[in-house]
C-alpha cells in the first residue's frame, strides 16, 4: 500500500530565504507526482507535475525533483516571499487507477 | 483560461436534507474526480467518471450518488446528510493519465 510523507509538517522562515519541501513514497511504481498549494478553506491548486520519467520540473521560483528509485521528491522554493504562505501538498498517481494519494502537507509560513 | 468551475461556492443544510454539489470540467476533459477533505485533513478520494461512465470508486457513502452528463459536467448528490458530512468537496478534472490534475475551488458543506 502506497504511503506518502512530507517532512516537516510545519516550516516558518524569513523572508528572502530559499528552502526545500520534502515528500517521500514507499511504493515506487507511480505514475505521476504532483505539488499542489492549499489556502486556507481554499481550493487546490496544481503547482508542478512531474511524470515517472522525468527528474525534475520548474516553474517560476519553483523546482521540484524527481527520484523514483528512493521514493523521493523535493520542491524547492528560491527567494521566499509572504504570498508562498501556505500548506503544501505532495500527491503521487499510480499505475494501476486514478486515484491521488496524498501526503499530509507542510505548512509553510513566511514571515515579512 | 478556463477553469474548474464548482457551484455552489458555501451550502448549508440541516440533518436528514440532501444537496447537490455541481462540477464543470475543464473544456475537453474527459474525467471528473470528486474528493472530500474535513476539516485539517488531506483530501480523500469519492468517485472518478471517464467519459461519463463511473471509472474509479474510493471512500464514497452509500448515501452519496453521483454521475457524469453528457456535456461532461457532474453532480455528487448527498442525502440523510449527516453533521459528519460537513467538509469541502473538490471537484478535479483531467485529460487522460499524461496529465495532471485541476482542481476546482471547492464547495464548503455544512451540515447543522
Known amino acids: 500500500k502506497q504511503e506518502v510523507t512530507q517532512i516537516p509538517a510545519a516550516l516558518s522562515v524569513p523572508e528572502g530565504e530559499n528552502l526545500v519541501l520534502n515528500c517521500s513514497f514507499t511504493?515506487?511504481?507511480?505514475?505521476?507526482l504532483q505539488w499542489f498549494r492549499q489556502d486556507p478553506g481554499k481550493g487546490l491548486t496544481s503547482l508542478l507535475l512531474i511524470q515517472s520519467s522525468q527528474r525534475e520540473q520548474t516553474s517560476g521560483r519553483l523546482n521540484a525533483s524527481l527520484d523514483k528509485s528512493s521514493g523521493r521528491s523535493t520542491l524547492y522554493i528560491a527567494a521566499s516571499q509572504p504570498g508562498d504562505s501556505a500548506t503544501y501538498l505532495c500527491?503521487?498517481?499510480?499505475?494501476?487507477?486514478?486515484?491521488?494519494?496524498w501526503g499530509a502537507g507542510t505548512k509553510l509560513i513566511i514571515k515579512p | 483560461a478556463a477553469g474548474v468551475i464548482q457551484s455552489p461556492r458555501h451550502l448549508i443544510k440541516e440533518k436528514r436534507e440532501t444537496a447537490t454539489l455541481k462540477c464543470y470540467p475543464i473544456p475537453r476533459h474527459d474525467t471528473v474526480y470528486w474528493y472530500q477533505q474535513g476539516p485539517g485533513q488531506d483530501p480523500q478520494f469519492l468517485i472518478s467518471?471517464?467519459?461519463?461512465?463511473?471509472?474509479d470508486k474510493g471512500s464514497i457513502p452509500d448515501r452519496f450518488s453521483a454521475q457524469q452528463f453528457s456535456d461532461y459536467h457532474s453532480e455528487l448528490n448527498m442525502s440523510s446528510l449527516e453533521l459528519g458530512d460537513s467538509a469541502l468537496y473538490f471537484c478535479?478534472?483531467?485529460?487522460?493519465?499524461?496529465?495532471?490534475?485541476?482542481f476546482g475551488s471547492g464547495t464548503r458543506l455544512t451540515v447543522v
Open positions: 467518471f471517464y467519459e461519463k461512465m463511473q471509472s
Open positions: 478535479a478534472s483531467s485529460s487522460g493519465q499524461n496529465y495532471g490534475y485541476t
Open positions: 511504493d515506487s511504481a507511480i505514475y505521476n
Open positions: 500527491a503521487v498517481r499510480m499505475d494501476s487507477n486514478y486515484q491521488l494519494i
